[in-house]
Every structure is written in C-alpha cells, then in structure tokens.
C-alpha cells in the first residue's frame, strides 16, 4: 500500500492510538526471514444458523446483513429471499427482505409482523417488498445515531425497482425507518441509475469525511455484455468492482472501477463486502468461476484509502467453500460488514449445495468466528525473524501486541521488541545504539501465549511515557510465534 509522500520527505507517519494490522505492508520498513500467513475464521460446527422455513420466504434465505443493536438490545439481521415461481412471473415479488433477532447472535428468531403486506399471509418476518411492490435485493442496513430525523435513524441501502421514463427500472436507492422494521422511501433520486445486482453498500470514510459505495461499474472492457471473442450476454463481463464516493449520501460522483481480475484470480468478482477496519479498509470479495461452473469463495483484500486495493498475495480462500457433501460445498459469500462480539468477530455469510449455474441448490445463511485483528499473521520459525515498523511519532504510552502461539512448546519462542531511534546521516557507525534506553530488545521481556492484547515490557517495566511525542521505530523480533497487530495504548 502506499505510504504518504510527506514520509518520504522526512515526516514520521502519526497513527495515533489506532491498532495497526499486518494485513498490508504499509507499516513495514524492513522485514527478514517472516512468512505472512493468511488465517480463516472458524466455521460454526451447527451451521447453517438460519435457513428458509417459511412458505412466505420462498426457495432460498440468504444474502444476511446483521448488526448489535445496543439501543435495542439484541442481534438484528435483515436477510434477502428469492422466488424462482415469482421471478417466472407468478405474480409476487422474486426479490424481498426478512428479518431475525437474536440474543447471541447463534440463534435466531422470525418474528410474525404486520409491517409489509405479503399475499396470503396475514402476518409475516418481511419487512420490505420495495416501494412499488415489484423487487428489493442486496440489501445492508445500519443505524445512523447522527441523524437528526428520527424517521431517519435505520437506513438501507437495496436495489430495487421504481418508476422511470414510464416503466419500472431497477436502480440503487436509500430508503429509511424509524424501528428497522417499516421502511420508506427517500425522495425521488436513485444513487445509482443502473441495476448493479451484487451486494451494493456504503463505507463511512472519516479520514476524509464522506461515504463510500461499491457497486458494479457501468463502464467496462467488453461493451455492452459482449466478450471480446464477441458472445453476447456473459455476465462475467459485468462483475467488477466499482466505488463512488459522497459527501451527504445525495450527491454521488461516478461509478470508477477499483478492482478487476487479473491473471492470477478467477474471471468474476461475484460479490464484495467492504468494510472500515482499526485505519484502514478490508474487503471480502467472492472469487467466482463464472465461465464455467458459477462457484464461489472468499478472499481478502485491504485498502488504506478505500480505493486502491491490494489483494493477499497468495489469493487463497479466506472463507473457502465445504466440503463435497456439505451445505456450501458450492459456493459460500460473506459480503457484510462482521459483528464484534468480545473479542470474536462474528462473520455471516450465504452458503449454497451447489455452483450459481446450477438450478437445483439449496442454501442458507452460515456464520464464522474468528478473533480480532487475527486476518494476516508475520510468523517466524526456529531461527528468528525480524519486522522494522515504519518511523512514527509515538502519541501513547503502553504497547500491546495481538500474538498466536503454536500448540507446540518450543525451548526457544517469543516476541521482543525494541524502540528504536533512526540513525543519524553521517554517524551511523556499527557502533551506534539505535535503542532508546531502557528499551532495547534485550531488556524486553519475552512475549509468549496467544491472546488479543498482550503487553510489552521491558525489565517489568512497560511504561513508555518518556519517549511520548518522540519518533520511533519498532523492531520486532520473533521466533516460534506469530504477530498480527500492534496497539499503542492511549496516554493515561
């Protein structure tokens, strides 16, 4: 990822007290003899969480979008369900959205609303047809604590079907709820004038003080649906990745295309889900076969900027698909945002038996653990290996890692770590301590154990107060372990 020009020009980067992930390598000034090495959550051995029971749900429940509500007190999760009798014209809506509860956020409940009118059902879960009763998909929804308007305070972002030049168009459009449960519409403008049919979704961008949607791009290589062989229709001609940005959720720029497969991935992006992360951005974008088979799996990228992507180096699955046999042994999406629980992330996702292309699947909604921070770990063997932070100016004055240890005891293993100095110009002598004092890595205390927060030490001290407002290097050095964050602790 790229680092500022201005550190280049000689000013140490200002992170603050934000964690910093090894995901990417914009915090690596050096590394030697570390293998990056890409973690996958841990699949609920109950799954799938949430599957369709009801006739009103059609022949599949997926696509989930879940949050905590704290005002509300439980897990909230708004799901996608799909007709292939009323996408054939049976008269109801192919594409609605349903909604769950949950207490822990491992079972789940449909409760029976009168919210949405469903034909031949007095009181269902589904909460929105779309304004115009025809269709609503890709569906994420948040609550907005900043809104003024109370009408306002539950959003969601859906593609749907409104009035347009005489006949219903689909487009992306925001509508609004006081409860999360009765949704209007919000004004006449769409966002986006385009059916881009994946999961379309904004992303708070604070650094620069706007939103971020990710979409499907309108403008694309081979025009008009035609493949450069010159086929007709091939929708892996479509799935990309596209952003556009706003400063008040009205006025958006234009779709621009952000990340395409290249050589080394599958021809589609099926689906994405982006999502802000400690000070940087992460993504989990569904690697589909879409010539051929339609399957699907989940793989990692990261961004700083939430623009220019940087996808994991060995584009292994993060999420892969199940086993033969399994429920999502065909495809498996995670395109929402995870719900931190503790310190567990809480990853929900669409499984399905069997490839897009295939009629005759079944699928539902699956979820998977993992614990924070712990996407991308610098792990070290027997003989040691060392990471060289990028220079910053230290704004705390207590240093935690995020560590994993192999269930394997080993005679040598653990972290240390230095705080470092740069080398002067011109007096960079073999003989220059680059430690400050007191805090070199034979003084730090060996780091041992896997936990979310483990703190550093040197001489039983880990009081860094005097070296506040300094610049400073980290120097890791790591052998038999595994590190993936750094956090530098608020000053007391």
Known sequence: MPVERSYFEDQPLRIGCERQLFVDDYMVEDRWKLTRVLHQPEKFLKNPVLLRDKPWEGDVAYRPWVIWDEEYGRFRMWYQCFSFSNYYGAGGPPYHVCYAESDDGFSWEKPLLDVCAYPGFEKTNVVYCGTHYNRVQGVQVFRDAD????????????????????ALTSSVNLVCSPDGLSWKQVGEDCILDYHSDCFN?????????????????????ATGRRTPEGQVGGRHTRRRVAVMSSEDMVHWSYPRTCMYPDERDMPDYDSVGAFRYADQFLMFYAAMEGEETGTNEVR?????????????????????????????????????????????LLIYYSGFTAPQYETNRNGGIGLAVMKLDQFVEQRAGDRPGFLLTREFVLEGNQLCLNTVMPGMNYREQGIRVEVARRPELGKHAANFVQAYEGFSLEECDPIRGTRTENPVK???????????????????????MGLFSFKVSDPM
């Open 147 to 166: 809104d003024l308007d109370e009408e306002r305070r539950y959003k969601m972002i859906c593609v749907e079907r409104r009035p347009r030049n005489g």
């Open 201 to 221: 979704h904004v992303v708070r961008d604070p650094q620069n003080g706007r939103w971020l949607l990710y979409c499907r791009p309108i403008h694309m290589s």
């Open 300 to 344: 990692l990228a990261s961004s700083r900027d939430g623009l220019f992507w940087e996808r994991f180096h060995t584009r292994e699955p993060f999420l892969p698909r199940g086993r033969e046999g399994d429920w999502d042994a065909g495809q498996v999406i995670a395109d929402a945002e995870p719900v931190r629980q503790g310190e567990d």
């Open 458 to 480: 040197w001489n039983g001290n880990g009081d860094l107060s005097e070296l506040v407002g300094r610049p400073v290097y980290l120097r890791f050095e790591i052998r038999n």
